[in-house]
T-cell receptor
Framework: QQQVKQSPQSLIVQKGGISIINCAYE??????FPWYQQFPGKGPALLIA?????SEKKEGRFTISFNKSAKQFSLHIMDSQPGDSATYFC?????????????FGGGTRVLVKP | DAGVIQSPRHEVTEMGQEVTLRCKPI?????LFWYRQTMMRGLELLIY????????DSGMPEDRFSAKMPNASFSTLKIQPSEPRDSAVYFC?????????????FGSGTRLTVV
């Protein structure tokens, strides 16, 4: 059972454009939602994260929007750059539960064209 | 810190052979996770340890898979016998913040090909 659904599977955006990736979760006990960025041949790396007590978090060109009632959250990459080309994973976990094991979405491959 | 170190980076083996993947977590991290990544199933948690003790192995696909953590600085994931459907990238990750807010640190993975 996939508890975190991510879309789209891939997207192409022009340099300077906005990339938007959406995720939906089922388990209302989830209380921490990180995003990971993965480059080819590398492991995923933490990009940005949000807790459900805030509706938005911004770090540089990356913004997470969170809608608790809809059980949805999204990543916006503003002014997309070719160096942002990577696979992005949303994830969810229950903080303070043993191990904080992450449940990942299926990933979105982003290609930023120069 | 060198980060999470995995070896080998690539492994090609024949069906039926035993395969051992290795991981060295970041010093001081008390949680260690093994994930498998495939195109079809994405990132799947196989097993995780806390203070060298396996906590949840419900993601281990079958008895052919086993994992150990003999000490705080070393873990292995073993597949015996290996099958072509085990071909995937296997990641090890470690974590220490009990709230998880610093996120996992992943290794660079081991790409396993079973022919």
């Amino acid at each position: 059972q996939q508890q975190v659904k991510q879309s789209p599977q891939s997207l192409i955006v022009q340099k300077g454009g906005i990339s938007i990736i959406n995720c939906a979760y089922e388990n209302t006990a989830f209380d921490y939602f990180p995003w990971y960025q993965q480059f080819p041949g590398k492991g995923p790396a933490l990009l940005i994260a949000i807790r459900p007590d805030v509706s938005e978090k911004k770090e540089g060109r990356f913004t997470i929007s969170f809608n608790k009632s809809a059980k949805q959250f999204s990543l916006h990459i503003m002014d997309s750059q070719p160096g942002d080309s990577a696979t992005y994973f949303c994830a969810a976990t229950i903080l303070l539960a043993a191990g904080n094991k992450l449940t990942f979405g299926g990933g979105t491959r982003v290609l930023v064209k120069p | 810190d060198a980060g999470v170190i995995q070896s080998p980076r690539h492994e090609v083996t024949e069906m039926g052979q035993e395969v051992t993947l290795r991981c060295k977590p970041i010093s001081g991290h008390d949680y260690l996770f093994w994930y498998r990544q495939t195109m079809m199933r994405g990132l799947e948690l196989l097993i995780y340890f806390n203070n060298n003790v396996p906590i949840d192995d419900s993601g281990m696909p079958e008895d052919r898979f086993s994992a150990k953590m003999p000490n705080a600085s070393f873990s292995t994931l073993k597949i015996q016998p290996s099958e072509p459907r085990d071909s995937a990238v296997y990641f090890c990750a470690s974590n220490t913040d009990p709230e998880g807010t610093y996120g996992y640190t992943f290794g660079s993975g081991t790409r396993l090909t079973v022919v």
